[in-house]
């Protein structure tokens, strides 16, 4: 029988809710966390990605039970999180720990290393001075400090230092789980390394869990066994860490690897997104939340165009509707100049917008065509918003209509490695052809 994770999270949501006026009234809810399932197995190393306000660390402090979940379950070591209570909370509490990026965040200037290291210690009941002075003096040895430091205070140590105090201060009490929260974002390349040298030492010598959460790749390659991949709110991809990032399935993982300076040039064609805007999770889109900045985004059924002209339509559309067009593509509102066709309105033709979208060539697709010259009309006059009307008429993607469900990722270049690992695309998943390959997770955003 295998055994149960340390952590297992189920559908997990955590919405924010946004409120107006005196009496405070909600009228909507940012889903910073919106149906997220995964498991944390004993020992291992999961790494959470993905940019600024995907939903990391709401992920993060909800497990930890900083944040009541709006829905949906944490278990750790088999047990609710939400129904602990009393001595199974404080022992939650301290099997449990968080390491953060800013180390000064966690550390009073007014105490020394010893009494910051020894407090968890105190607090989890060992009352007994010299024992705790002597546990701390260890532990500070097994993460690169000496015993000595123990009467000096966090401004005499550097960032690194400070950080191997934080970690020191969470081992303290053997957590069978950290959470390390974007733990190395602050610290110089060479400091990093060795922060993530340590992490990895302790984990492996005190069998301890990490969650690692970061929104750099190399951090999680480094470290982790398993990668999940996150998106508003949503895992999109997961995986075995060297599988997933050898062959990247969703496309949102193609982009965040193609942002990380790579030696191979061969994977700068990796993808570059249509839309640099990311979404507001309180409005998130429809379908799959990563369509309109998909470089993959699936054509309609009944376009006949090159799948490169396509990319480019795609690209003039979603950068409509996110405001994102070259100023050369907008005319002047105001201007009292005629607008039809190659027209001249407010300094612009819709023959110049078309060139500066990279459109100028005639599509062979009429009635493509058509929509494409009306809303560059449109556009050299001015109105954004009928430009937008027009283009999201004539060019629905089946990606704003359906939400992918998890599938299993197909096999990689090398077919021998493990291939586990899931992927929530419609390139992936129309027709159903693939099947889910963990039974991590319980549905829509398992991955
Ligand atoms: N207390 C809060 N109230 C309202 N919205 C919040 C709150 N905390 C986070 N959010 C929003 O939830 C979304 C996810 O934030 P979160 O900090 O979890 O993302 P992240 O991936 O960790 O990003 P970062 O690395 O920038 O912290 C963001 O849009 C953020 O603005």
């Not at 944390?40 to 995907?54: D, K, P, T």
């Not at 205070?153 to 974007?182: C, M, N, T, W």
């Not at 060297?242 to 990380?260: I, M």
């Amino acid at each position: 029988m295998t055994e149960e994770p340390i952590c297992s999270v189920r559908g997990l949501e955590k919405h924010y809710p946004i409120t107006r006026g005196l009496l405070r009234r909600e009228v909507g809810r940012v889903r910073a966390v919106d149906g997220v399932s995964f498991d944390v197995e004993r020992g291992e190393a999961l790494g959470i990605v993905g940019e600024s306000g995907s939903g990391k660390t709401t992920t993060a402090h909800t497990v930890l039970g900083l944040e009541e979940p709006t829905a949906g379950e944490v278990r750790f070591d088999g047990d609710p999180v939400s129904e602990l209570s009393g001595d199974e909370r404080r022992d939650f509490r301290r099997r449990a720990q968080l390491i953060v990026q800013d180390p000064n965040d966690a550390l009073d200037p007014r105490m020394t290393i010893g009494e910051a290291v020894a407090e968890p210690l105190r607090i989890h009941g060992l009352d007994d001075a010299d024992r705790r002075r002597a546990i701390v003096a260890d532990i500070l040895e097994r993460v690169g400090l000496s015993g000595d430091d123990l009467d000096r205070y966090p401004h005499e140590f550097s960032g690194g230092e400070k950080q191997r105090i934080s970690i020191a201060r969470a081992l303290v009490v053997s957590p069978d789980l950290i959470v390390a929260d974007e733990p190395t974002s602050a610290l110089d390349a060479r400091v990093r390394s060795e922060i993530l040298d340590l992490l990895d030492r302790i984990r492996r010598e005190f069998d301890i869990a990490v969650l690692f959460i970061s929104h750099d790749l190399d951090v999680i390659r480094r470290s982790c066994d398993r990668i999940a991949v996150m998106y508003l709110g949503e895992i999109v991809e997961r995986g075995a860490t060297e599988t997933v990032l050898a062959d990247p399935a969703h496309p949102y993982t193609r982009v965040l690897l193609s942002s990380v300076p790579s030696l191979d040039p061969t994977d700068r064609e990796l993808g570059r997104p249509l839309t640099d805007t990311v979404p507001n999770p309180s409005d998130p889109p429809s379908g799959c939340r990563f369509h309109p900045r998909c470089p993959d985004v699936i054509p309609p059924d009944d376009l006949s165009v090159p799948e490169e002209t396509w990319r480019t339509i795609a690209g003039f559309r979603f950068s409509v509707q996110a405001g994102e067009l070259p100023e050369s593509a907008v005319g002047d509102r105001e201007s009292e100049t005629p607008t039809s066709g190659d027209g001249d309105a407010g300094g612009r033709t819709a023959t110049e917008v078309r060139r500066a979208v990279g459109l100028s060539e005639e599509l062979r697709d009429p009635e493509a065509e058509a929509a494409v010259e009306d809303a560059a009309a449109e556009l050299a006059a001015g109105d954004v918003d009928a430009a937008d009307e027009i283009l999201a008429a004539a060019f629905t993607s089946v990606c704003e209509r359906e939400t992918p469900a998890a599938v299993a990722r197909p096999a990689g270049r090398d077919a021998d490695r493990d291939a586990t690992g899931t992927v929530s695309c419609l390139r992936h998943g129309r027709g159903g052809t693939s099947e889910p390959a963990r039974s991590d997770g319980d549905g829509k955003n398992e991955s």
